[in-house]
């Protein structure tokens, strides 16, 4: 089976440009989480949804940062405009309703100069 | 505020020692405690722990939660070098769906 799939591997920009990253989920995993990891800060959560539905978008940094998910199979995470502190590896996982165990994709390595 | 603490940030040690890595945690609405390695890429799942006192085991792996003491340990015995990752303790909270708060993580060095 395949995991949890995300685009682009890296992703370099330069400040001003708008970003989207995105998440395929495991299929028939209805839980879906976006996280950015940094020395600085660790691993954190942004935004999850389930059954597509944002669930808590609390942990998203400001107005620059929104996420979608319109559909079982498909999310997105979009940065606009785009800063050098956005500079961080954003991973998506996902995991089944009631269950504890989320599975992570490779990330995108984002770059802004 | 939720939060998770690990110890120590770094270890470095020899392969073949025995190493347990430590978490301790502060969650509101406390489900369970998950344990991830993560090497280069995606950290990968290890263990949930739910019950106290009752000890998982996944080969040289062993991880066990003391809910008492709000705490849990990760133990690796006779340790390789592929063993050298970080590894990241994360509390899920109950707030009507699944949020995981992760730890900073330990980052483990094995030598040969």
């Known amino acids: 089976d395949a995991g949890v799939i995300q685009s682009p591997r890296h992703e370099v920009t330069e400040m001003g440009q708008e970003v989207t990253l995105r998440c395929k989920p495991i299929?028939?995993?209805?839980?879906l989480f976006w996280y950015r990891q940094t020395m600085m800060r660790g691993l954190e959560l942004l935004i999850y949804?389930?059954?597509?539905?944002?669930?808590?978008d609390s942990g998203m940094p400001e107005d620059r940062f929104s996420a979608k998910m319109p559909n079982a199979s498909f999310s997105t995470l979009k940065i606009q405009p785009s800063e050098p502190r956005d500079s961080a590896v954003y991973f998506c996982a996902s995991s089944q309703w009631g269950t504890d165990t989320q599975y992570f994709g490779p990330g995108t390595r984002l770059t802004v100069l | 505020e939720d939060k998770v603490v690990q110890s120590p940030l770094s270890l470095v040690v020899h392969e073949g020692d025995t190493v347990t890595l430590n978490c301790s945690y502060e969650?509101?609405?406390?489900?369970?405690l998950l344990w991830y390695k993560q090497e280069k890429k995606a950290p990968t799942f290890l263990f949930m722990l739910t019950s106290s006192g009752i000890e998982k085991k996944s080969g040289r792996l062993s991880s066990i939660l003391d809910k008492k003491e709000l705490s849990s340990i990760l133990n690796i015995t006779a340790t390789q070098t592929g063993d050298s990752a970080i590894y990241l303790c994360?509390?899920?909270?109950?707030?009507?769906?699944?949020?995981?708060?992760f730890g900073q993580g330990t980052r483990l060095t094995i030598n040969p």
């Open positions: 969650v509101t609405n406390f489900r369970s």
């Open positions: 994360a509390g899920m909270l109950i707030q009507g769906a699944q949020k995981l708060v």
């Open positions: 949804f389930n059954n597509n539905v944002p669930i808590d």
């Open positions: 299929s028939g995993h209805n839980s």
